[in-house]
Every structure is written in structure tokens, then in C-alpha cells.
């Protein structure tokens, strides 16, 4: 059992920055790969970034490649996103995820066995 829980969301302005970050509770954090997610106003929930368990591999949805940036600490049983040059289509609330099987496995079939709750961004024109 993993137990997620996002921070780091807020209000910027378009071409700011944030970081969002995910705590992760329990063991064994190191065999999960993560994901972000995010859900826009009026929006089906879409695939951000992912991160196999090593940080090895990383992968982006195109609208964020160069200005998103996802990493890992194992020791700390946290994943990151450093978010740079936000447009306000970038506004949603963030989610952490969780899948316990290979990143390409998990994004291949959508497994993500374990979502946090979520934190929201918004990003003004």
C-alpha cells in the first residue's frame, strides 16, 4: 500500500515557475513508477510525465517536452515536477500516481495502482 500525497501548487503568472512535489508513504517506493496527471475545468484527466523506478527513463506528454522536468529521490520517497515557463493552459489540478510494474508497462496499459489527492495550479494571463 502507497499512500501519495501532492504539494507545491498555487497561483503564477504566465511564464513563472513552480514545483510541484510528491510525498509517498510506506516502503518500497523505489519498484513504483510515477507519473504526474493532471485534470483541467471541463477536462478529461491527461498524462503529464512519467519516471521509471530507477529516474533512469523519463517521458512527456509534447505539450510540456522543455519546460517540464520530472525526477526522483528514492532516499526520500519523493517525485518532483519543476514546472518552468507556465502558460495558463497549464492550469488543472496535479496528480501523483503510482504504478507498480516497469514505466513502460504502466504507460503502455494505464496501470496506476495509487493516486494522491491531488493540488491545484493556476496560471493567469
Known amino acids: 500500500q502507497v499512500q501519495l500525497v501532492e504539494s507545491g501548487g498555487g497561483l503564477v503568472q504566465a511564464g513563472g515557475s513552480l514545483r510541484l512535489s510528491c510525498a509517498a508513504s510506506?516502503?518500497?517506493?523505489?519498484?513504483?513508477?510515477m507519473g504526474w496527471f493532471r485534470q483541467g475545468p471541463g477536462k478529461e484527466r491527461e498524462f503529464v510525465a512519467a519516471?521509471?523506478?530507477?529516474?533512469?527513463?523519463?517521458y512527456y506528454t509534447s505539450s510540456v517536452k522543455g519546460r517540464f522536468t520530472i525526477s526522483r529521490d528514492n532516499a526520500k520517497n519523493t517525485v518532483l515536477l519543476q514546472m518552468n515557463s507556465l502558460k495558463p493552459e497549464d492550469t488543472a489540478v496535479y496528480y501523483c500516481?503510482?504504478?507498480?510494474?516497469?514505466?513502460?508497462?504502466?504507460?503502455?496499459?494505464?496501470?496506476?495502482?495509487?493516486w494522491g489527492q491531488g493540488t491545484q495550479v493556476t496560471v493567469s494571463s
Open positions: 519516471i521509471s523506478r530507477s529516474g533512469g527513463s523519463v
Open positions: 510506506g516502503r518500497s517506493f523505489s519498484t513504483y513508477a
Open positions: 500516481a503510482a504504478g507498480s510494474d516497469d514505466v513502460v508497462v504502466v504507460l503502455t496499459t494505464g496501470k496506476f495502482d495509487y
